[in-house]
């Protein structure tokens, strides 16, 4: 495992020493060639991060902020000690991703969402970061999940507008409009008055 491409090029990444699955090269690759245009200065959130793989690319790619979440404590760990072989100076979390994001108090451009398939908290990570207010307009969260499992094509204000299917994984790419959450807070208030 390895940073791709940017100003940490082929520095090589530990995996944690847990059953996670990582983002293979190729595969990220494809998704970074995707966002491309959204990760340079973006705040980037990295959510269930595991070996911190995909925020660490976003930084070697010109991100300018990046925090990265995880429950598992060997997966934070293994995280900082990624940051320090890239010199990425970034926020580690060990904590469940919707105390994480109770805690935090900055707003973000791209969000990666890559929780253990069978978990399945594709949902609850979009409307969490909608509830609690943690996304800039235009925000993008990608949600790399197994092909067979299909995603909402709306959560909160949050649509999806592109996915990307490689092999047995898929990424489901969503935007963040905040009109889009308004009408969707305010056909909730109506839905609970009728």
Request: with cysteine; aromatic share 10%; net charge positive.
């Amino acid at each position: 495992m390895r940073i791709i491409a940017g100003k940490c090029k082929g520095r090589k990444l530990d995996a944690p020493p847990t059953d996670m699955r990582p983002t293979l090269d190729r595969t990220k690759e494809t998704l970074f060639n995707i966002l491309q245009l959204k990760v340079p200065d973006a705040a980037v959130l990295d959510l269930f991060a595991g070996s911190g793989s995909l925020g660490l690319e976003a930084f070697s790619r010109g991100a300018a902020k990046v925090v990265f979440v995880d429950v598992d404590r060997r997966a934070a760990e293994t995280v900082k000690s990624n940051c320090k072989k890239v010199g990425c100076e970034a926020v580690v979390l060990t904590a469940h991703f919707e105390s994480a994001l109770a805690q935090l108090k900055e707003k973000f451009d791209l969000i990666f969402i890559d929780p253990p398939y069978k978990l399945n908290f594709y949902y609850r990570a979009l409307k969490t970061l909608c509830d609690f207010d943690r996304l800039n307009d235009g925000a993008v969260a990608v949600c790399e999940h197994s092909s067979e499992d299909k995603l909402p094509e709306k959560v909160g204000g949050f649509l999806k507008y592109r996915e990307k299917k490689m092999g047995k994984c898929q990424f489901s790419f969503y935007r963040f409009e905040s009109g889009l959450q308004s009408l969707t807070e305010d056909g909730e208030q109506r839905d609970r008055e009728d």
